[in-house]
């Protein structure tokens, strides 16, 4: 096997790596991950050909995925109420008690003289 197939399997295998996990993370529906899944394979074999060691082959893939996680969370988020709801009162209640126990823990092993 020609070492140049094997360079561009092994570029291409590590984006689409980054690509698919982050369509796959913002859960797009089924119609929407396939279409990026394909249309994101075709672009960054595209682009490897082009240049293989280039930075923007990398970066590209990475931002456009960051991008189209945050939108589809924040789509989510404002679309659901329920997505993101913090409820301050159990919070607080459980930060007390980490703090409780983070200090009995440093007074039974502190060393007196």
């Not at 295998?13 to 929407?32: C, H, K, P, Q, R």
């Not at 209640?93 to 983070?102: A, G, I, Q, S, Y």
């Amino acid at each position: 096997m020609r070492l140049s197939v094997m360079q561009f399997c092994d570029f291409y295998s590590a984006i689409l790596s980054f690509w698919v996990t982050l369509v796959a993370m913002s859960d797009l529906g089924e119609t929407m991950t396939s279409l990026a899944h394909m249309a994101g394979a075709v672009g960054i074999a595209l682009g490897i050909e082009y240049d293989q060691t280039g930075l923007w082959v990398f970066v590209i893939p990475v931002l456009s995925g960051v991008f189209i996680l945050l939108i589809s969370w924040v789509s989510r988020l404002t679309l659901e109420e329920s997505f993101c709801r913090i409820n301050v009162s159990r919070w607080i209640l459980e930060r007390k008690k980490k703090d409780d126990v983070n200090s009995e823990h440093i007074t039974s092993t502190s060393i007196s003289f």
